[in-house]
């Protein structure tokens, strides 16, 4: 039951891509209505450990690809592109220990440590990014005993865990657009359109933005790299079960080379996700009761993450790579058109 529950032509061009690559480049659409039924079988502390991977690496994501050069447009000048990241889950993080209830009750009497892993098993189930079925909890000692005695059927009392659903990359994109103004700096902007995949999911959007301000140009003599600092943050919504938040704050060098682009950005970055679903799965006394609401945030640690990319500059467009090396690594593919 549980297993029935991705200048103008120039311009035109990557709105379209965008509209596409956006549609599919984010978990929320790579497998939220699954994921989202699985949450709803799960008490709080389980959801927490089941669903960190992908919250952590939405984390990180967010904060990916924001900026690819440390220079800055000339008053006016603009670039707008798409940005698809991916998040490379860790593979420590395919599997959590299940918390199982401490006690139930049972015919007025309360039975301590009423569950265990069925036989041959140990107490290890996928995670959201990890692959295969979950565990099953079936009674045990005594409250097994007095199921037994009360001629109840001990499977009716079993708890099965979610299945992973295989994902070692949590996958994100955004549409992104940058405007220079005065004072050598730029503002940016980053969105997800607001779409509907799935009636049972909801909506889908993302609203970002950001500022990046020249420090070479308040050097004395001439740099030889182009130095910014840099200020971004994003707000992303999945349906009423997902509400991310993230911030970032970076130092950007780089190096113009012909028509390729070299840079290095330095990011402090944090983020928090809070979490949303009803509970619907009941399966013994002491779990919260069917149509109980849920909530819980997930914080991310302040993390310091190094990224390293280089941009190829083809005239309309420009090709952009970048690697973020952090907690979860990100690999960042830019498709952009821009006048300087």
């Known amino acids: 039951m549980r297993r029935e529950a991705s200048r103008r032509s120039a311009s035109t061009i990557l709105l379209c891509t965008g509209a596409l690559l956006v549609a599919h480049a984010f978990p929320a659409r790579v497998a939220a209505q699954d994921i989202e039924a699985e949450l709803r079988t799960l008490t709080q502390d389980n959801a927490e450990l089941y669903i960190e991977p992908l919250t952590s690496g939405l984390a990180a994501a967010l904060n990916s690809g924001f900026y690819h050069t440390a220079k800055v447009h000339d008053v006016l000048g603009f670039d707008f592109g798409i940005r698809v990241m991916g998040a490379f889950v860790p593979g420590d993080l395919d599997t959590f220990v299940p918390i199982p209830p401490e ?25 959201a990014s990890g692959e295969g079925d979950g565990l099953r909890l079936v009674p045990a000692g005594a409250f097994l005993q007095a199921l037994q ?4 059927n001990p499977a009716d009392y079993e708890i099965p865990l979610p299945q992973g659903f295989d994902l070692p990359i949590v996958p994100y994109g955004a549409i992104q657009g940058a405007l220079g103004v005065p004072l050598g700096t730029e503002v940016v902007v980053r969105f997800i359109p607001s779409i509907t995949p799935d009636e049972d999911v909801g909506s889908i959007s ?92 997930q914080d991310t640690p302040n993390d310091a993450t190094l990224a390293l990319g280089a941009t190829l500059d083809l005239g309309p467009v420009a090709l952009n790579a970048g690697y973020t090396l952090g907690s979860f690594d990100v690999l960042t593919v830019s498709l952009l058109a821009s006048i300087r």
Do not use: C, R
């Open 103 to 127: 006690s139930v009750e049972f015919q007025a009497v309360d039975y301590s440590n009423p569950y265990a892993p069925e036989a041959g098993q140990v107490l290890v189930s996928p995670t």
């Open 149 to 152: 005695t009360a001629g109840e």
């Open 206 to 297: 993302m609203f970002g933005a950001g500022i990046k301000h020249s420090v070479d140009q308040w050097l004395p003599g001439s740099s030889p790299v182009n130095i910014a600092l840099a200020f971004g943050f994003q707000h992303f919504q999945v349906g009423d079960y997902l509400d991310a938040n993230s911030t970032q704050w970076s130092v950007i060098v780089s190096k113009d080379l012909s028509v390729l682009t070299l840079y290095a950005a330095g990011t402090i970055e944090d983020a928090d996700l809070d979490v949303s679903y009803v509970f619907t799965d009941p399966v013994v006394a002491g779990t919260p009761l069917q149509g109980e609401t849920i909530e819980f945030t």
